[in-house]
């Protein structure tokens, strides 16, 4: 979904289930470097349901 230089300018993954658990994901506010530390967004590993999971993917230009 990323490429550097590309025109996205911000995006965001939203987990959602039947149990009002949401779970969001700023692909852009990561204060990193390189693009492999999209990565880091994984660090505090969260667990939802994913017997009824539902995904969002937002992404917009500039």
Known sequence: MYEQG???V???V???NDDE???E???YNLNGE???EVLK???DNKTINRDKLH???YLFKS
């Open 6 to 8: 590309g025109d996205i």
């Open 10 to 12: 911000k995006g965001y």
């Open 14 to 16: 939203k987990y959602h």
């Open 21 to 23: 658990q949401n779970v």
């Open 25 to 27: 994901y700023d692909f």
């Open 34 to 36: 390189y693009g492999y």
């Open 41 to 43: 967004m994984y660090a």
């Open 55 to 57: 995904l969002d993917i």
